[in-house]
T-cell receptor, first 112, second 117 residues
Framework: SQQGEEDPQALSIQEGENATMNCSYKTSINNLQWYRQNSGRGLVHLILIRSNEREKHSGRLRVTLDTSKKSSSLLITASRAADTASYFCATDARGGGNKLTFGTGTQLKVEL | DVKVTQSSRYLVKRTGEKVFLECVQDMDHENMFWYRQDPGLGLRLIYFSYDVKMKEKGDIPEGYSVSREKKERFSLILESASTNQTSMYLC????????????????FGQGTRLTVV
């Protein structure tokens, strides 16, 4: 079962603009994580937010978590062409023993 | 740096063959995972291992088995490959739960693109 569903499926923006991706999930979680995947490669971890946190920052990344709505958002500010990639949310469900369940991803294209 | 290494980047196998995908991590991680990734479906968990010789089925275990005889190595086995198992296979590892830890990031290999003909 897909725990996370990202929205939108695809996003195209101009360099310098902000990109926002959303993730919804179904069950109680220990934490939620965001990953990035360049075309045809493995995933790289970006940021982890715990269930008792509401917002977290890392460089140009800002993640929010709303456990009452079971949703999260990833904001990339001042986007660059190098940010072009697919972005996935992953949930570590409570009682799931560290298993990570991924969503379907958002394909971000940043154009010059 | 953590390194997760998958034995092959690209693999072509025939229908009915027994296929082994190998994954090795060098960080003494307790947890190891096998996912398959298909367009529009994201990553789906095939099997998960939280210790040597321990395994749990994921969401799509049918047609697959796994082996974890040593902590650093997690193998995915396709008992009799079929064309619907053509996919990108991703291995990952992470630390296990300790004390008040509530989960940690996963480190991924570069992926194996398997084609079954």
């Amino acid at each position: 079962s897909q725990q996370g569903e990202e929205d939108p499926q695809a996003l195209s923006i101009q360099e310098g603009e902000n990109a926002t991706m959303n993730c919804s999930y179904k069950t109680s979680i220990n934490n939620l994580q965001w990953y990035r995947q360049n075309s045809g490669r493995g995933l790289v971890h970006l940021i982890l937010i715990r269930s008792n946190e509401r917002e977290k920052h890392s460089g140009r990344l800002r993640v929010t978590l709303d456990t009452s709505k079971k949703s999260s958002s990833l904001l990339i500010t001042a986007s660059r062409a190098a940010d072009t990639a697919s972005y996935f949310c992953a949930t570590d469900a409570r009682g799931g023993g560290n298993k990570l369940t991924f969503g379907t991803g958002t394909q971000l294209k940043v154009e010059l | 740096d953590v390194k997760v290494t998958q034995s092959s980047r690209y693999l072509v196998k025939r229908t009915g063959e027994k296929v082994f995908l190998e994954c090795v991590q060098d960080m003494d991680h307790e947890n190891m995972f096998w996912y398959r990734q298909d367009p529009g479906l994201g990553l789906r968990l095939i099997y998960f291992s939280y210790d040597v010789k321990m395994k749990e089925k994921g969401d799509i275990p049918e047609g697959y088995s796994v082996s974890r005889e040593k902590k650093e190595r997690f193998s995915l086995i396709l008992e009799s490959a079929s064309t619907n198992q053509t996919s990108m296979y991703l291995c990952a590892s992470s630390w296990g739960l300790t004390g008040d830890t509530v989960g940690t990031e996963a480190f991924f290999g570069q992926g194996t693109r398997l084609t079954v003909v």
